[in-house]
């Protein structure tokens, strides 16, 4: 186990291209879990190349256990990886591509024989040790790459995206495998993929990374709730957040945020400031679930009419207009309104989330939920 720091890390492919990694700063403790997640070409997994050293930064330090790695070979970093591809050697076996880096270590052939037994008996491949990785299958495949990655016992493991060849039934079963895995190895993990839910089951911490930059550096709960701009807030989360765009206006002494779903009109207190809120653009985030029929637990109510529904089993997703912009209602199925008829929308007004809409960050809010439900009192605006 081991801790890994990155300071200011910077990777460029030469002069006059834009930075694809840009300050990069990352800690995370040892034995933890990390999630490098974000869209393709993100930089996720250039920066998973940087640490492993399979790319030179441009700038910045890699630190293992305080010390600094950046300018070692890979072979000397004590890292191994788990790539996409798997990259097994097709003319060994199971037991020839476990054993190869120890090998390579000139590992006694005793302790080679005890590292094979181990992993083979972690990852269920006992069977499989003679068969050659044509004679496989994606998910045999996958643990055989993990497997010679396991064997090495190195400080650190970097997966890129080990699960994005399996079919979705296989990619739920290895998860829990995976993470099972580490829970008994207790060893620090880097692990790079594009899929939201793998980062909020896996990790530990989540890095959520967009055009080579760390949006967002947190638990996958501070992260879910407490998203720090748009793009984090839109690409964590199944159903996404709604976002509803309003246009504060003055109301006596405080700023209101009007709500219109064409069925029902409510004005949200957005509490007192000395800004001037005239023409400024504000975007209003509600997760789908926070979003219910009206009853217990719900403090804003607002008529609206059903446009769409989708049963999704444990869910039925309800589909209602509001500020012309579609929005989307997690219900239980048996609690589902029928198609056209008229529910009232109830959320708890102190869970809502403001961001600017020019700029995309969220901004600082505190709870100022009133008594009275009536009252529709979201929260007191801070400003940025």
């Known amino acids: 186990m081991a801790t890994l720091e990155l300071r200011n890390v910077n990777k460029s492919y030469g002069s006059g291209l834009p930075d694809t990694l840009k300050n990069i700063q990352l800690s995370i403790d040892s034995g933890e879990f990390l999630i490098l997640v974000g869209p393709s070409g993100c930089g996720k997994s250039t920066l998973m190349n940087c640490i492993a050293g399979l790319e030179n930064i441009t700038g910045g330090e890699i630190l293992v ?46 302790e080679i024989d005890q590292e094979v037994a181990r992993v083979a008996k972690l990852l269920q ?24 990655a396991l064997a090495r016992r190195p400080k650190i493991y970097l997966f890129d995206e080990p699960l994005s060849n399996l079919d979705a039934k296989l990619r739920v079963e290895m998860r829990t495998e995976m993470k099972l895995m580490h829970q008994r190895l207790k060893t620090t993990t880097v692990y790079v993929t594009h899929d939201q839910i793998e980062a909020m089951t896996l990790g530990d911490k989540v890095a959520v990374m967009k055009d080579g930059i760390i949006q967002q550096f ?17 690409f964590i989360g199944s159903p996404p957040m709604n976002f509803i765009p309003v246009k504060p206006v003055r109301e006596g002494s405080q700023w209101v ?10 004005n949200l207190a957005l509490g007192h400031t000395d800004q001037d809120l005239t023409g400024r653009e504000l975007i209003l985030g509600l997760r789908p679930e926070q979003l219910a029929l ?13 446009e769409v529904t989708e ?23 048996d609690q589902a309104p029928a198609l056209g008829a008229a529910m009232a929308v109830g959320f708890d007004a102190g869970k809502a989330l403001l961001f600017d809409a020019q700029s995309g960050e969220r901004l600082a809010i505190q709870s100022n939920t009133p008594a009275e439900p009536s009252a529709g009192n979201i929260a007191q605006f801070k400003g940025r």
Do not use: W
Request: net charge positive.
């Open 257 to 266: 945020a009007p709500l219109d779903s064409g069925h029902g009109h409510l």
């Open 125 to 148: 491949i006992e069977h499989l040790l003679g068969r050659k990785p044509s004679q496989l299958s994606g998910g045999q495949q996958q643990r055989v790459a993990m497997g010679r």
């Open 218 to 234: 947190g638990t996958p709960s501070e992260i879910y709730n407490e998203p720090a701009n748009l793009f984090v807030a839109s």
């Open 311 to 333: 049963p999704t089993g444990p869910d039925t997703l309800v589909f209602v207009t509001i500020n012309g912009t579609k929005v989307c209602c997690r219900v239980a199925p």
């Open 65 to 110: 256990d305080g010390a600094d790695i950046s300018r070692m070979s890979p072979k000397d970093r004590d890292i191994a990886m788990v790539f996409q591809s798997y990259a097994l050697y097709p003319t060994m076996s199971v037991r020839q591509n476990i054993e190869f880096g120890l090998k390579i270590r000139k590992v006694p052939a005793a």
């Open 294 to 306: 009206a009853g217990v637990g719900t403090v804003v109510q607002l008529p609206a009419q059903v």
